[in-house]
């Protein structure tokens, strides 16, 4: 079974604060994703990468930044923290682009206050 | 922008009944379909895959593909109170330059009455 890992289950951050959130996948997948969800947004996608050292911006990349390393780490940084990026951060990976579903992290419950 | 399209519910159904989840998406090329659960406050899990028209059946659920209609089902054949959840459909389609994007809806909430 694909196993990706979130660093935290519940953070709690103040504003203006770098906040790390790091995720780690141990199937070899090539793509890693950073989500967030919330109630009635659905989920919205910030960053994906394809390859290491590679990053592409998604729907909503303002006020944030990531990082891929190595192939089975990526990192997601909130600069610095705003209580409007209050939120459920989920980290995913899968196989291959196209065809190949997401494997979702248990996600991290960020509070910034 | 590419739409993929649920009715919100919730939809309420009895235990032991067929629950029938809809999504319907915008983009004529999509290739690749699926259904995710997520429980409240956890994080979504793949319940099914489905990239060909027709039934795809895996234990109790059954997903269904109709390209032409571009329209995709998830059905729960005797549903249970552990099926409660909010059911997310998500549809990948090309982007152009080799890169695919896939789009989830925004999700069904379930729920079965004992």
């Not at chain 1, 519940?10 to 203006?16: A, H, N, Q």
């Not at chain 2, 090329?29 to 795809?56: H, T, V």
Request: aromatic residues 12%.
């Amino acid at each position: 079974d694909v196993k990706v890992t979130q660093s935290s289950r519940y953070l709690v951050k103040r504003t203006g604060e770098k906040v790390f959130l790091e995720c780690v996948q141990d199937m070899d997948h090539e793509n890693m994703f950073w989500y967030r969800q919330d109630p009635g947004l659905g989920l919205r996608l910030i960053y994906f990468s394809y390859d290491v050292k590679m990053k592409e911006k998604g729907d909503i990349p303002e006020g944030y930044s990531v990082s891929r390393e190595k192939k089975e780490r990526f990192s997601l940084i909130l600069e610095s923290a705003s209580t409007n990026q209050t939120s459920m951060y989920l980290c995913a990976s899968s196989l291959t682009q196209g065809d190949s579903p997401l494997h979702f992290g248990n996600g991290t419950r960020l509070t910034v206050t | 922008q590419k739409e993929v399209e649920q009715n919100s519910g919730p939809l309420s159904v009895p235990e032991g009944a067929i629950a029938s989840l809809n999504c319907t998406y915008s983009d004529r090329g999509s290739q690749s379909f699926f259904w995710y659960r997520q429980y409240s406050g956890k994080s979504p899990e793949l319940i099914m895959s489905i990239y060909s028209n027709g039934d795809k059946e895996d234990g109790r659920f059954t997903a269904q593909l109709n390209k032409a209609s571009q329209y995709v089902s998830l059905l729960i054949r005797d549903s249970q109170p552990s099926d409660s959840a909010t059911y997310l459909c998500a549809v990948t389609e090309y982007s152009g330059a080799g890169s695919y994007q896939l789009t989830f809806g925004k999700g069904t909430k379930l729920s079965v009455i004992p």
